[in-house]
């Protein structure tokens, strides 16, 4: 259960940020399950620590909405961007609950599979096809709140955020500009042939991509066991 309450918008203290990623990292401590990127993005988010402590089997994907575009975070309230006047409660509760602009939180293995050979990952902003109505209860926080995922899979993936910036380039998170780790290539595979995406020289082991890269070019990974966790 939560020590502090959740909220799915941006937290405006850098405080209560911390205290979110330091409650996450009391058990998500392999980096293979758990990017750094997703660890801060769902804290950005307020995402309930027990969302990270569930596994979606299959192809599926558990999604945690978050705000569509045209809006921007300012002084604890949400506006229209470049407006003066902020959204009423019941606008912003029926936006951030119907968007379909989504932070990708879990994933299923055969999603995983689909994500990586199309340069997406946990801990990637996306939207999907507002198909999917369930929505799974992950949490309740210190106010009684319920605190839901929602559980979609990953053909209805329509749009990543993240794999334009690994392809070209681009701004960060924290506003650095990040050089182009991924690259487009045409492979033969037998008879078979199609396009993947395929590492950088040089960036095999850069979180941002080490999922999408050969193991063969990686350094050894050892993941904590359960009982570390």
């Not at 950005?44 to 994907?61: F, K």
């Not at 968007?99 to 199309?118: D, F, K, T, Y």
């Amino acid at each position: 259960m939560l020590t502090t309450q959740a909220r799915w918008e941006p937290l405006s203290l850098a405080a209560e940020k911390d205290k979110l990623l330091e409650e996450y990292r009391r058990f998500a401590k392999d980096p293979e399950l758990f990017p750094e990127r997703l660890l801060r993005r769902c804290a950005e988010w307020g995402v309930a620590p027990n969302a990270l402590r569930v596994q979606a089997p299959y192809d599926r994907l558990l999604v945690a909405h978050i705000m569509p575009f045209g809006f921007e975070y300012r002084e604890g309230q949400w506006y229209h961007k470049g407006g003066a006047i902020a959204i009423p409660e019941r606008t912003y509760e029926r936006l951030k609950d119907t968007a379909p602009r989504v932070l990708i939180v879990n994933a299923g293995l055969g999603a995983l599979e689909q994500l990586h050979s199309h340069g997406m990952d946990i801990g990637h902003y996306a939207t999907i096809l507002r198909l999917s109505p369930y929505r799974v209860p992950v949490d309740i926080d210190s106010s009684g709140r319920a605190h839901y995922l929602t559980a979609t899979r990953a053909a209805d993936l329509v749009l990543s955020e993240d794999t334009m910036r690994l392809l070209a380039g681009g701004v960060d998170d924290d506003g650095t500009e990040t050089p182009p780790k991924l690259r487009r290539r045409w492979v033969r595979r037998g008879e078979a042939s199609g396009y993947v995406y395929e590492v950088i020289e040089g960036f095999e082991n850069d979180p941002d991509v080490r999922a999408f890269a050969d193991p063969s070019k990686q350094r050894a990974h050892d993941a904590p066991s359960f009982e570390d966790m």
